[in-house]
């Protein structure tokens, strides 16, 4: 199995992972997000390169924190702008191929991606908006509930990358 | 003579002539000594050449890697290794994300600040360490 970007060809249309918002987002909008508004970079799982059946897919995007709302100790320096940040805003397994892993290669794609951006472009934490009955699957990766989010919606999670450095490889 | 004075006055200004750009550059003696050994292998008489030939040569990576492609050699037994050049890396298209402006709550941000500025960051768990090791879960 190999993690690659999104392309125009993938069979998204089969794609079930058993939430239709997620099944839509990949059939619909992921392809036109990447390539045309360029509002987010999905990358999907599949079999070899060539390959167009999706196992699992994630989008990620960058964003930022308000600077103003940080003590001066922590931004001291730092220019005026958002603090950067990387949202991992989708992560789905395909409902047949649930239970292999893929979803933890999936996450093991995303912190490769987050710690190669972080020494390009600087960022500083991940942050993945998480249904909220998978939040315990999200903290068994170390990421931390950011409380204060509305009970509708998905509970937003933090990992700092300090702590993946903190990883021994 | 009055032609000659009308030639001179056409001509380009002193300061306005192209000129070739120099380069100077402090080596290391290790450096040195592989710059020598390169132009030797390679058969270039001159740091320009050298230079020129090694400017084409990063162009052409850049444009690969821009491209989205890698850069991969292969031995006959079909062994492959990829070029991964931190430098290089940053012109790849997989590393350029789109900015979006997220939505916060004033108490996200207030929760947002204490997890941030934590003075130690969360120890890695299991799975992370699993994941950051390329290991199955």
């Known amino acids: ?169 | 003579m009055p032609v000659a004075h009308r030639k001179k006055r056409n001509a380009p200004p002193a300061e306005k002539r192209v000129r070739n750009a120099k380069f100077q550059a402090d080596l290391a003696p290790a450096e040195e000594r592989a710059l020598r050994a390169l132009k030797q292998d390679l058969q270039l008489r001159s740091n320009t050449d050298f230079l020129i030939d090694a400017v084409a040569l990063f162009r052409w990576a850049v444009a690969e890697r821009r491209a989205g492609r890698q850069i991969i050699s292969e031995t006959k037994s079909g062994e492959r290794r990829v070029l991964v050049l931190p430098r290089l890396e940053r012109v790849a298209p997989e590393l350029q994300l789109p900015w979006v402006e997220i939505e916060w709550t004033e108490r996200e941000l207030q929760s947002l600040v204490e997890l941030a500025t934590a003075p130690e960051p969360a120890p890695p768990t299991p799975a992370l360490i699993r994941a950051m090791q390329g290991l199955p879960k």
């Not at chain 1, 099944?23 to 619909?28: A, D, E, G, S, V």
């Not at chain 1, 290669?105 to 998480?130: K, N, Y």
């Open chain 1, 1 to 169: 199995m190999i993690i690659r970007r999104l392309e125009e060809n993938d069979e998204t249309t089969t794609f079930d992972c058993g939430d239709a918002a997620l099944n839509n987002f990949l059939k619909r909008y992921a392809w036109i997000n990447q390539e045309k508004i360029s509002i987010g970079v999905t990358y999907v799982a599949v079999d070899e390169p060539a390959s167009r059946h999706i196992f699992g897919y994630f989008t990620l995007a960058a964003g930022g924190a308000p600077h103003d709302v940080f003590p001066a100790k922590f931004v001291r320096g730092l220019p005026r702008y958002d603090l950067p940040l990387i949202l991992l805003a989708r992560l789905a397994v395909h409902q047949t191929h649930a239970g292999r892993g893929i979803g933890h290669a999936l996450m093991s794609e995303v912190f490769r991606i987050s710690l190669q951006l972080a020494e390009v472009v600087g960022c500083r934490w991940i942050i993945a908006d998480a249904y909220r009955d998978r939040i315990g699957w999200y903290q068994k990766y170390g990421f931390l509930p950011v409380v204060g989010a509305s009970e509708k919606g998905p509970q937003r999670m933090f990992l700092d990358l300090r702590t993946l450095r903190k990883t021994p490889l």
